[in-house]
Every structure is written in structure tokens, then in C-alpha cells.
């Protein structure tokens, strides 16, 4: 089955311990993305990956850091968490290129950090 | 820089009737995507619908519909014999068909509630 697998589902950390969320797609995409959903504010992008060892920022990416060393795996780290980056997270991926938009979702990781 | 706007956060429908959510966006690009995803409490992002805004001809899936209105920026989603299991936030979103990072730039969501 195609899918986005992000885990784990449910974290709650305290301020400072690092934490890594993972995800991992098996559609063999170039492109993967981490969104946090915050509300009143919808998603918005944290960083984005156009394929293997190829990231950049996207709107929100203080706190934040990626990194891409296999094409299905594209892991969100966060080094020093603060109760502001508690929040929802999606790990998305896609082809890259025009013709095929749509955009797989993984089911999200509520982080909760106290 | 884009933006997505919905009014409403919230909406409700009686089961079998028809109700639209709202969405507005600004842009000055001509060529770009518009979509409506859904968000049941599963959290799961489920895409509704797309439209590209180089097709005058409003998109369809099923018992939703889209009513696009590119000189006014104007995106509303209907839904046609509301059912239960349509109850979720709903998001709107716009991607430019420029930008590289293919980002998807979300309003912030409308509840939608389901009256039995």
C-alpha cells in the first residue's frame, strides 16, 4: 500500500531534550516536505526536499532541521525544543514535476513540548 | 506573498442537504492550483479536490463541486447530500505553479459540522 509513515504519532518531550520525527514514504517520491499545523494559522511549510541530500527552508523553518540521505527517509529534528513548536506535524511527499500534483500525507505527530 | 483567507470557522449542515464553505485568495500570478482538502478527526489529510486555474470549467468529485472564480479569487467548495462521515475541518489551499518548493500555502480551515 502506498503510503507516508510518519512516527511517532503522539510525543510529549520537555524544553530542550532533542527529539527526531520520522517519515518515511515507499512511492519511491523526489519530493518531501514537513508542514505544522497550528490553529487559527492552517499548515505551514517547515522545510522541503527536491530529492536525496537536496533541502531548503520553507515559511517556518527556525527550531527545525532536516536532512535527506535516502531517497524514502526524510527525518524532522528538533535540537533543542521549546513550547512553542508544540504543534501537529505532517511529513508529505510527491512526484516531482507538473503533471502529477497531488501530494501524499503521512497521518501526523502531535508533539507536545512542557 | 499569496494568501489564503476562509471566514468561516465554522459551519453546519443538516444530513442530506447542501452547504458551501467559503475561500478567498490573493495572488498576483495567473497560473496556479487551488485545492480543498479534508481533515476528519482520524487527523488524516484527504485532498477533495483540485482545480488548475487555467480551466475555466468548475472541478467535480462526485458530491463536491468547486466554484471558481478566478477574477474574484474565489474558491468555495460545495457539498452536495451532506453525510455524516463529511463531518472534518476543511481546508482550502493555493500552490503557484512557479514556485519550485511546490508549497501549499492553507487558509486556516473550516469546521464542519453534521446534523443528524
Known amino acids: 500500500e502506498a503510503q507516508v509513515t510518519q512516527n511517532p504519532r503522539y510525543l510529549i518531550t520537555v524544553t530542550g531534550k532533542k527529539l527526531t520525527v520520522t517519515c518515511s514514504q515507499n512511492m519511491n517520491h523526489e519530493y518531501m516536505s514537513w508542514y505544522r499545523q497550528d490553529p487559527g494559522l492552517g499548515l505551514r511549510q517547515i522545510y522541503y526536499s527536491m530529492n536525496v541530500e537536496v533541502t531548503d527552508k520553507g515559511d517556518v523553518p527556525e527550531g527545525y532541521k532536516v536532512s535527506r540521505k535516502e531517497k524514502r527517509n526524510f527525518p524532522l529534528i528538533l535540537e533543542s525544543p521549546s513550547p512553542n513548536q508544540t504543534s501537529l506535524y505532517f511529513c508529505?511527499?510527491?512526484?516531482?514535476?507538473?503533471?502529477?500534483?497531488?501530494?501524499?500525507f503521512g497521518s501526523g505527530t502531535q508533539l507536545s513540548v512542557l | 506573498a499569496q494568501t489564503v483567507t476562509q471566514s468561516q470557522p465554522e459551519m453546519s449542515v443538516q444530513e442530506a442537504e447542501t452547504v458551501t464553505l467559503s475561500c478567498t485568495y490573493d495572488t498576483s500570478e495567473s497560473d496556479y492550483y487551488l485545492f480543498w482538502y479534508k481533515q476528519p478527526p482520524s487527523r488524516q489529510m484527504i485532498l477533495v479536490i483540485r482545480q488548475e486555474a487555467y480551466k475555466q470549467q468548475n472541478a467535480t468529485e462526485n458530491r463536491f463541486s468547486v466554484n471558481f472564480q478566478k477574477a474574484a479569487k474565489s474558491f468555495s467548495l460545495k457539498i452536495s447530500d451532506s453525510q455524516l462521515g463529511d463531518a472534518a475541518m476543511y481546508f482550502c489551499?493555493?500552490?503557484?505553479?512557479?514556485?519550485?518548493?511546490?508549497?501549499?500555502?492553507f487558509g486556516s480551515g473550516t469546521r464542519l459540522l453534521v446534523r443528524p
Open positions: 489551499a493555493y500552490r503557484s505553479a512557479r514556485d519550485s518548493s511546490y508549497k501549499l500555502i
Open positions: 508529505a511527499s510527491k512526484y516531482r514535476g507538473r503533471l502529477n500534483e497531488k501530494l501524499f
